[in-house]
């Protein structure tokens, strides 16, 4: 079927704008890693700066598992709405708690909850808005928006603590919540993709009781985790990288770069090989890198690592976005999408954890292989009961549902 060039500038233009929402919302999330510095600053302890970091992704847990539901009830265009508003109220929270313990983590918590809101009525849309067929091409350039805020916004707002702009620092995430409303309440049209097929739930767990009953969804949720999993001990690899004198900075600016650039000019890679067996290669490549990373690493040897991560980076994350809407029916998708995004939670929010008491009770560089090497063994392992439920054709239960 002959697709008119109309059309194709429609998707184009569809697509760009949900790149950029995107860059936004990610961008709320990544200036915050830099949070611990301006706490320190507002004359919070460690404990309760990391209590307040932590209170973002509660809320994001929260809020990722039960949104899907909330998507055939609401529509699109109210969860955006809602995580505009919620965005920016929390932002604005932020900004304004000072030195105030309770009120800065409800506004944290509050903050957390908006982005959740935008970022899972997206990441819904973009599933039902492609077929499965354009979902790689399509979801790479997308998320290359998600990338892209490690070379843009996370430098601004370090340089701005680094000289001491603290104020400046903790009003960046209240002009980036303010556009990111812009763009995906006024300039984001969602009215194309119906939700009449998708049937509203009295549980929000409904939809995920169903998911789970489809095992190719189960798997594709676990490799989420494990690609996570992998993803986070490089963002928090800095521990590692302090016991051999370098920044993580090397590593994770080439990592990001690349990616930028891969997930803008090769996404269509994704396209025309089997993304279910792709993920497994990408994923415990990546592993092997960070691995390299910890050996005795050197400011070349990081920025040439983080180049290679780079390219799974840039292929494995829309990669395994993309996944679990390939194997999910259209009625349950917003359900698939509220897993997968809660798989990513998840990590995000163990990895530290774990690792920092491994660390406590070894050193830096043992902590961080653990969780890699955990990471490795449980994707070889993922990988093979893939490959036989794949062999056996039990991937998708009783019956296969388009």
């Given at each position: 079927?002959?697709?008119s060039r109309?059309?194709?500038?429609?998707?184009n233009k569809?697509?760009?704008?949900?790149?950029?929402?995107?860059?936004?919302?990610?961008?709320?999330?990544?200036?915050?890693?830099?949070?611990?510095?301006?706490?320190?600053h507002?004359?919070?302890?460690?404990?309760?700066?990391?209590?307040?970091?932590?209170?973002?992704?509660?809320?994001s847990?929260?809020?990722?598992?039960?949104?899907?539901?909330?998507?055939?009830?609401?529509?699109?265009?109210?969860?955006?709405?809602?995580?505009?508003?919620?965005?920016?109220?929390?932002?604005?929270?932020?900004?304004?708690s000072?030195g105030s313990?309770i009120?800065?983590?409800?506004?944290?918590?509050l903050?957390?909850?908006?982005t959740?809101?935008?970022q899972?009525?997206?990441?819904?849309?973009?599933?039902?808005?492609?077929?499965?067929?354009?979902?790689?091409?399509?979801?790479?350039?997308?998320?290359?928006?998600?990338?892209?805020?490690?070379?843009?916004?996370?430098?601004i707002?370090?340089?701005?603590?680094?000289?001491g702009?603290?104020?400046?620092?903790i009003?960046?995430?209240?002009l980036?919540?303010?556009a990111?409303?812009a763009?995906?309440i006024?300039a984001?049209?969602?009215?194309?993709?119906s939700?009449?097929?998708?049937p509203?739930?009295?549980?929000p767990?409904a939809?995920m009781?169903?998911?789970l009953?489809?095992?190719?969804?189960?798997?594709?949720?676990l490799?989420?985790?494990?690609f996570?999993?992998?993803?986070?001990?490089?963002?928090?690899?800095?521990?590692m990288?302090?016991?051999?004198?370098?920044?993580?900075?090397?590593?994770l600016?080439?990592?990001?770069?690349?990616?930028?650039?891969v997930?803008?000019?090769?996404?269509?890679?994704l396209d025309?090989?089997?993304?279910?067996?792709?993920?497994?290669p990408?994923?415990?490549?990546?592993?092997?890198?960070?691995?390299?990373?910890?050996?005795?690493?050197?400011?070349?040897s990081?920025?040439?690592?983080?180049?290679?991560?780079?390219?799974?980076?840039g292929?494995g994350?829309?990669?395994?976005?993309?996944?679990?809407?390939?194997?999910s029916?259209?009625?349950?998708?917003?359900?698939?999408?509220?897993?997968?995004?809660?798989?990513?939670a998840?990590a995000f929010?163990?990895?530290?954890?774990?690792s920092?008491?491994i660390?406590?009770?070894?050193?830096?560089?043992?902590?961080?292989?653990a969780?890699?090497i955990?990471?490795?063994?449980?994707?070889?392992?993922?990988?093979?009961?893939w490959?036989?439920?794949?062999?056996?054709?039990?991937?998708?239960?009783?019956?296969?549902?388009?």
């Amino acid at each position: 079927m002959s697709v008119s060039r109309g059309a194709s500038q429609q998707k184009n233009k569809k697509i760009i704008l949900l790149a950029i929402a995107f860059y936004f919302n990610f961008a709320c999330s990544n200036v915050s890693y830099l949070l611990p510095v301006y706490y320190a600053h507002a004359g919070f302890s460690a404990a309760r700066a990391g209590a307040l970091v932590s209170a973002f992704y509660i809320a994001s847990l929260i809020f990722r598992l039960i949104l899907g539901s909330f998507i055939p009830r609401f529509g699109f265009k109210k969860l955006l709405a809602a995580g505009g508003v919620l965005s920016t109220a929390g932002a604005l929270a932020i900004a304004f708690s000072g030195g105030s313990f309770i009120p800065a983590f409800a506004a944290r918590l509050l903050f957390g909850s908006g982005t959740a809101f935008t970022q899972i009525a997206l990441a819904a849309y973009q599933s039902l808005a492609f077929p499965k067929e354009e979902r790689g091409r399509a979801y790479s350039f997308i998320m290359a928006g998600g990338l892209a805020p490690m070379l843009t916004a996370v430098p601004i707002a370090d340089a701005l603590l680094a000289k001491g702009h603290f104020t400046a620092y903790i009003f960046i995430p209240v002009l980036l919540s303010a556009a990111m409303s812009a763009v995906t309440i006024f300039a984001l049209d969602t009215g194309d993709v119906s939700l009449d097929d998708v049937p509203a739930s009295a549980s929000p767990f409904a939809g995920m009781g169903e998911c789970l009953r489809i095992p190719a969804v189960v798997l594709s949720v676990l490799m989420m985790i494990i690609f996570s999993t992998v993803d986070a001990a490089s963002s928090f690899m800095s521990s590692m990288t302090a016991v051999f004198g370098l920044m993580s900075s090397y590593f994770l600016s080439s990592n990001a770069a690349v990616g930028v650039l891969v997930r803008l000019f090769l996404g269509r890679v994704l396209d025309r090989y089997p993304r279910s067996r792709l993920s497994a290669p990408i994923t415990a490549s990546m592993a092997v890198l960070l691995l390299l990373a910890s050996v005795h690493p050197s400011r070349i040897s990081l920025m040439i690592l983080g180049f290679f991560f780079g390219v799974g980076m840039g292929f494995g994350f829309p990669l395994h976005i993309a996944l679990v809407s390939d194997y999910s029916p259209r009625r349950l998708q917003p359900a698939a999408v509220s897993m997968v995004w809660f798989a990513i939670a998840v990590a995000f929010a163990v990895v530290p954890f774990v690792s920092s008491y491994i660390t406590e009770a070894t050193d830096p560089v043992f902590g961080f292989r653990a969780v890699v090497i955990f990471a490795l063994v449980c994707c070889i392992l993922t990988a093979a009961v893939w490959r036989r439920l794949e062999r056996r054709g039990m991937l998708y239960g009783r019956r296969k549902e388009s």
